[in-house]
C-alpha cells in the first residue's frame, strides 16, 4: 500500500512537471542569478562619481532564491553597467543556462525578463551584444509597481550610436549569436533595480 501511495506522488509530481515545461515551451531562461554574485562573476564597471553596488535580493525575488538587485547613485557624467555573457572582460561573468552558440537563435523573437517596478520614472538602458561586439540598446521606465515581464523585441532594438568598442565590427544588424547583455540605470537619480529570470521568446 505504501509502495502504491508512492507510485501516486511520483506520478503527480511528473505530471505537473511536464505540464509546466509545455506551458512554457515558449521561453528559454538563459539567466536566472542563482549562484554566486560578485566580481569574478559579473563584468560591471562605474565611474565619473556615479555608485554602484551589485546586491543579491532574497526577500524581492520573481523565481528561485533570489534575483539581482543593483543599487545607484547616478550623477551627471558618470556611468555604470553591468553585464553577464560570454567573451567579456571577466571571464566567470559566463554563466548563462544555455550557451549562445548552443541556441538556435532564428526561433526567438525577443530578449526579455522580469524587473520589480517602484514607479520610480526612472530608466534602464538594456544592451545586447552580438557576435561582433556590436552594441544594441532597448530603454526600460520603471513606471509600474510590482513584477513585470519587460520584453524586448529583436526588432526594437536600435544601434549605439554613442560607443562602441574598438573590436566592434559595425554594420548596423544584430548578427547573431548574441554573446552577451547588460544593464544600466541611466536616469540622473538614486534608486535600486530588480532584475531576475532573463529569457528568450519564441516566435509564434
Known amino acids: 500500500m505504501k509502495v502504491l501511495v508512492v507510485v501516486i506522488i511520483i506520478v503527480i509530481i511528473l505530471g505537473v512537471y511536464m505540464i509546466f515545461n509545455m506551458s512554457n515551451s515558449n521561453v528559454l531562461v538563459i539567466d536566472d542569478f542563482e549562484g554566486e554574485i560578485a566580481p569574478r562573476t559579473v563584468d560591471f564597471d562605474v565611474g565619473g562619481g556615479s555608485e554602484l553596488r551589485i546586491r543579491l535580493s532574497k526577500d524581492i525575488k520573481y523565481s528561485g532564491r533570489q534575483a539581482l538587485k543593483l543599487e545607484y547613485n547616478a550623477v551627471p557624467g558618470g556611468y555604470m553597467w553591468i553585464a553577464r555573457g560570454y567573451d567579456l572582460d571577466v571571464a566567470g561573468a559566463a554563466k548563462w543556462l544555455k550557451k549562445p552558440t548552443e541556441i538556435n537563435w532564428p526561433d526567438y523573437q525577443a530578449f526579455a525578463f522580469y524587473m520589480y517596478g517602484q514607479n520610480s520614472k526612472n530608466m534602464l538602458e538594456v544592451d545586447i551584444i552580438d557576435v561582433d561586439f556590436e552594441h ?69
Open 136 to 204: 544594441f540598446r532597448f530603454m526600460v521606465k520603471d513606471d509600474f509597481n510590482g513584477w513585470k515581464e519587460i520584453v524586448c523585441p529583436f526588432s526594437e532594438f536600435i544601434v549605439r550610436e554613442d560607443w562602441q568598442p574598438d573590436k566592434a565590427r559595425e554594420n548596423k544588424k544584430i548578427d547573431f549569436p548574441i554573446k552577451a547583455f547588460q544593464f544600466e540605470p541611466c536616469s540622473i537619480a538614486k534608486g535600486d533595480f530588480y532584475l531576475d529570470y532573463v529569457h528568450l521568446i519564441k516566435k509564434e
